[in-house]
């Protein structure tokens, strides 16, 4: 089984919490001895997701939008980014230059093309920017990949 992640970046810790213990359980559901998670290991719960599969012994496969992605993201992040990098078991990468929304949302396309259901960390509301969660799961369901939505109930991205 194969399995992507998309989800909102900057939640509070409060939140976080319960994403991660949502993000491990919904990993751990998954019984095939063959999980490969493939995730873009932005901060939040790309990263979560991912620590979670290396975790449970799940394989991780990493889709890099953009040659310049890694300094788009927060410079706090960029250790956790570089590790989750050296223990994936394959990178794939869309060609593209600038980290823009543009490369995120053709980063986002390769990884629902690459799995066989998404998870996604989605309050249910519009995305923010162009290529956000939002966009995200319109593209899997578009493209006929299942969507598993997880989101803690009553919790808010502006909490």
Known sequence: MRV??????GLNKD??????????EALQSYADDEL?????????????????ALGCSARLEVVIPAEKYRE??????HEVYDELLRRAWDV???GMTESDEAAHMAGSEVLVGLV???????DGKPARGYGGTADV????????????IVWPAG???DQ
């Open 116 to 122: 066989d259901e998404l998870v996604a960390v989605w």
């Open 72 to 77: 788009g993201l927060p410079e706090w992040h």
């Open 15 to 24: 939140v976080e919490r319960h994403v991660r213990a949502l993000l491990d």
């Open 155 to 157: 919790a808010s991205r």
């Open 36 to 52: 490969v998670v493939v995730s873009c290991i932005a901060d939040g719960p790309d990263t979560w997701a991912a620590e979670s």
């Open 137 to 148: 799961v319109a593209y899997a369901r578009r493209t006929g990949t299942p969507v598993r």
């Open 4 to 9: 992507g992640i998309t989800g909102h970046r």
């Open 92 to 94: 794939h990468r869309t």
